[in-house]
């Protein structure tokens, strides 16, 4: 059983940065999609990015576009979100999410994997 876990969240002032990770244990994410989704309070959760499982290709939401960039290693079963110009609305509680099945991966379901979740909090 694969299990998620990030980290690297905080409370952040606007225009900073910051680093989401997101290690697997338990196995590996080698042949897994992989996506960052979040959850403000009040709302649903929504996708931020997504990359397929040999890294390829990514795909972000349009409000993330330019400021965020999601990567991975493989080696190291470990997912990145580097998060750049933060801005008070990406507040959340961000999770990742590891999908094996071929979908798209901008979509919660299909996802198999979840995160416990790491909150995000920027500062106006």
């Known amino acids: 059983q694969v299990q998620l876990v990030e980290s690297g969240g905080g409370l952040v002032q606007a225009g900073g940065s910051l680093r989401l990770s997101c290690a697997a244990s338990?196995?590996?994410?080698?042949?897994?999609?992989m996506g960052w989704f979040r959850q403000a309070v009040g709302k649903a959760r929504e996708f931020v990015a997504a990359?397929?499982?040999?890294?390829?290709?990514?795909y972000s939401a349009d409000s993330v576009k330019g400021r965020f960039t999601i990567s991975r290693d493989n080696a190291k079963s470990t997912l990145y979100l580097q998060m750049n110009s933060l801005k008070p609305e990406d507040t959340a509680v961000y999770y990742c999410?590891?999908?094996?099945?071929?979908?798209?991966?901008?979509?919660?379901?299909?996802?198999?994997?979840w995160g416990q979740g790491t909150q995000v909090t920027v500062s106006s």
């Open positions: 999410g590891g999908r094996y099945t071929v979908g798209d991966l901008s979509r919660e379901a299909g996802y198999e994997y």
């Open positions: 338990g196995g590996t994410l080698r042949r897994y999609g």
């Open positions: 990359i397929t499982w040999s890294g390829g290709r990514t």
